[in-house]
Structure formats: C-alpha cells, structure tokens
C-alpha cells in the first residue's frame, strides 16, 4: 500500500480508453483497464463518437479497476481526465448532446474559415493579414485540414443550423468528461488555444472577444479557460454513483494527451524534445516562448505546466498505420511476432516505401488530400519486409519535422521517447537511427498521458510544489544509439521518401479534392 494514495486517471485515445490508479508516491500505474474507443466514419472525411458511450465506458472501466484491485476507493485523491485533443461537441442548456462528437481526424470543414483562405496577398495558401492576426493573438493558425475546432464549429454553424441554435456550449473531449463529473463547462488553456480563438500571448490564456466575433462565433458558447492545475470542480452525486467513488472528489482540469504525455515523457525542461508515438504522433519540446513556424506547420500551444508553451510539430498517423496493417495481414495483436518479422527483415525493408499519410497530414505539409501507400513493392515482398517498411516510413515523417524542431529550439544528444508504439525495440532503434539521436525510453512509455495526468493533478491538490518534483522521479528504461550504417541507408531512403511526396501531390490532390 502506498502512504500518499492515489490519483484516478483517465485517458480517452482514439484506439483505447484507459481508467488508472496512479500512485501519488512513484508516479506509476498501480491497477489499470483498458476498454476500446470505437470512431465511427459516416462519409469520406468524417469522423465521429458517441459521447455517451465515452462515459458508460469510463464507468465500466472505473468499476473493473476496483472490482480487480484490494486499492479502496477511499485511497482516491483526485480525478483527472484527459483526452484526444481538437474534438467539437455541442451540447444544449442542460448539458446533454446534440449531436456525435466531431473528433480530431474529421476534415469536414477543410477550407473553414474561409476568409483565412482568400485574398490577393497570401503566404501559404493564408491570407497575409489574418495569418498576421492569428499569429500575433493565439500564436498559430488553424491549418487548411479542417482539422481544427474552429473549422468544425463554423462548419456545425453553417450545415447543422438547427443545432448550432440549440447550441448552449460548445465542448471538447475532456470538457465534456467534466460536465459529466462536476456539471461545470471547463476547459484548459490548452484545449482553449487549439480553438485559436484565445489570446495566449504573456504566459496565459483568455477568449478574444473581438477575433470571436470576427468570425461569426458567440463568445457565450465557449467554456470558461481553467489552467491544467487547477480544479475544476468536485464529483457529483450522480457522477460518484456511476463511477462508483465518493461524492465530492477533487476533479482536475488536466490537459490533452498531448501536453500530458509531454509531461509524462520527462522532457519537461527549456528546449527537452521528446516524440511520442500512439495512434498518431508528434515531435514537441517545452519552451518559455510562443515559437511557431508557419512554413512547416509547427507551431506552440499552451502547455500542461502553467506559463510553458509546448512547440510541436504534430503528424497523424503513426502506431495507427502499423495496427491497420496487421489487421489486414491477420496479425491483430500479435506484437511479439511483428517485433520477430521486423527484426529479420534488412534495413530499408528490401526497397519498399512507405507513406503513411492515412488520413491527409498536418506537419510539415498540412495537405488534407494526400493517402498513405507502399512504393516498389515487389512478388517478392514479405510479411516482415512490408511491416518494417511502416515503421520505416514513420520515422522518416518524424525525421522530416524533428530536425526542423531542434532548429527552433536546440540541439538536443539524446531524445526521450513515449507513447505504446515506443514499446517495439526495433522501432526505437529505426527512429534513432533515422533521426541520428539517441533515443531513450521513458518507463511504462504506454502510459505516459496517465502518468502526467497524474503530476498535474498532484500539482493542483499541493502534494508537490513543482511539476519537475515529479519528473525526476522517472526513470529511464532503456537507450537506443544510433547506428551509423542504419543513418546512412536511411538518409538515401528518405531523399526518395520526400521525392515521392513531391512528385504525387497533384495526383492525391485530383484523387481526393472531391471527398474532403
């Protein structure tokens, strides 16, 4: 038994949903279930979620977890959620849903706003002088995708009017979990500035009421802006019955999975750069200054650690692609013999490319047209050349943002890395070796999201002073060095990967520019 108890935590992804007691003594999971988290994809470009089935999952959850622990339920200091972050739920006056929840893979509302998109002076596609507004208020932009929440909200405002007047608050993922645990409309500063409709220049974030307005917004449907360690309500009556826990528990404001893994990964000092690897992935860095690069599609939003910002450079697809793979060679959770066939296959997987732009792409390209697809595939081709090929072809997508990364904030020897696809060795030794870094593994690298949920919630009840307490409790697992024969082989490999990107845009642009 643990002397200072326990921090429940949740993490709702796009592939699993995660309910944890996380001990407030060494920052790891002590018991943990895991249920799925079903998308749905109702035409070319969407996708969706039930939000009651998110909640009846969690209490699910919440009940395996005890039901399968000696831990009491007294032992609980505090609840924390977190979630896939840029998700859009409308819910009305009395807080139920008006609709699925629009979730961050949805490019329905590509091209949204519209006026950020048209002009006779533009740089990148943007309007010259609203990307100057943007940038100078929020620190960013939202991208062409559609991918961003403004984009989803007008786009609700302009095809679902019936539900946009009925709209009391619009939500995020995590936002929504809070309704349903304390009845309070919550959101983190992260969260907030993913919307870019917030001010976050000078260490904090505020709704901007003017930018709101400009684009044809009602500031009354937006959240109140809590910082990630504060809290933001307590447990109600009715929420303490479905989770089954104690009425009046603490409930945290928390962040997104990204600023929580971020925290999770350890690299939580000035210019620390760590890569995560889930369903997606991302290369980002915590930084004392707004930084954004507009070129390549990187940019800072507020971070879990309050007057941080964490600069990242986010890429859609990584373990998701390897998980479709295997699903379609009949290999569903069979990770040890991925691993086996990885690892007999020959750096560069026989020639085989892959691209895994899946479902369109934000850094360093922010093209929503582009698919993902093998290149020189041959009656030859194994099963073990075809998977390295994927994890292959998503270290060189992580190799073309992670030096652009290091340039905005420092030279980084070593990198540390988290995130369930961390979990394969080769792919840890792919990615060193394509990036020319040492790689090191952060304990329980799965559980990242849960485990700097957790320093954020200890943070918010005073059980440490400084989030870096935390931090350097972790450990490392283990380190992968970059080989230099690899390096080599790799460098000419992702000359032809970005040559392939270059000489095919036109076509996925003709193939897709209907459906999206």
């Not at 069979?334 to 691209?355: H, T």
Request: charged share 25%; hydrophobic share 40%.
């Amino acid at each position: 038994m643990y002397d200072h108890g326990y921090v429940l935590s949740y993490d709702v992804g796009t592939t699993h949903i995660k309910a944890a007691l996380v001990s407030l003594d060494e920052y790891r999971v002590g018991v943990k279930s895991v249920g799925d988290s079903v998308i749905e994809y109702p035409k070319p470009g969407w996708a969706e979620q039930d939000p009651e089935f998110l909640w009846g999952q969690l209490s699910s959850l919440t009940g395996e977890l005890f039901d399968g622990s000696a831990i009491n339920p007294g032992n609980v200091r505090a609840i924390v959620f977190s979630a896939h972050m840029a998700g859009v739920l409308p819910v009305d006056s009395s807080g139920n849903p008006l609709r699925r929840i629009i979730v961050w893979l949805d490019e329905r509302g590509a091209g949204l706003p519209r006026e950020l998109w048209s002009g006779l002076l533009r740089v990148k596609g943007y309007n010259l002088f609203r990307l100057l507004e943007f940038l100078r208020i929020t620190g960013g932009a939202p991208g062409r995708t559609g991918k961003d929440p403004i984009s989803k909200i007008i786009w609700v405002r302009d095809n679902e009017p019936d539900v946009y007047e009925r709209t009391s608050k619009f939500l995020d993922v995590k936002g929504y979990l809070i309704y349903k645990a304390t009845g309070e409309y919550v959101t983190s500063w992260d969260e907030a500035n993913l919307l870019w409709l917030a001010d976050t220049r000078s260490g904090r974030v505020k709704w901007h009421e003017r930018l709101v307005r400009k684009y044809g917004l009602d500031l009354e449907m937006l959240p109140t802006i809590m910082k990630s360690t504060e809290i933001a309500g307590r447990l109600t009556r009715d929420a303490a019955r479905d989770l089954g826990l104690p009425e009046g528990l603490p409930v945290v404001v928390g962040a997104g999975d990204m600023p929580a893994a971020a925290i999770g990964s350890g690299a939580v000092g000035e210019g620390e750069i760590h890569i995560y690897i889930g369903t997606s992935d991302w290369v980002a860095a915590h930084v004392s200054k707004r930084i954004v690069d507009v070129s390549n599609y990187i940019g800072s939003i507020a971070s879990g650690i309050p007057g941080m910002y964490l600069l990242v450079a986010e890429q859609e697809i990584a373990a998701g692609a390897l998980e479709w793979i295997m699903s379609l060679l009949g290999m569903d959770s069979n990770y040890a013999l991925v691993e086996e066939l990885v690892e007999d296959s020959e750096p560069g997987s026989s020639g085989i490319l892959f691209m895994p732009w899946m479902y369109g792409e934000r850094a360093p390209i922010d093209d929503p047209y582009i698919r993902g697809g093998f290149l020189n595939l041959s009656i030859n081709s194994s099963k073990g050349d075809i998977l390295r090929s994927v994890m292959e072809g998503v270290a060189f997508n992580i190799k073309w943002v992670y030096h652009r990364v290091e340039k905005l904030t420092r030279v980084n020897k070593e990198v540390n890395i988290v995130g369930g696809g961390s979990l394969f060795d080769e792919w840890c030794r792919i990615i060193a070796s394509a990036i020319g870094r040492r790689v090191r593994r952060i304990m329980d690298p799965q559980d990242a999201v849960l485990r700097g949920s957790s320093v954020i919630a200890a943070k918010a009840i005073g059980h440490i002073d400084h989030i870096s307490d935390a931090v350097a409790k972790f450990r490392v697992e283990r380190e992968f060095e970059p080989k230099e024969r690899l390096s080599k082989v790799y460098e000419r490999l992702f000359r032809y990967y970005r040559e392939a990107y270059n000489r095919l845009k036109s076509l996925y642009r003709g193939l897709n520019a209907s459906h999206t």
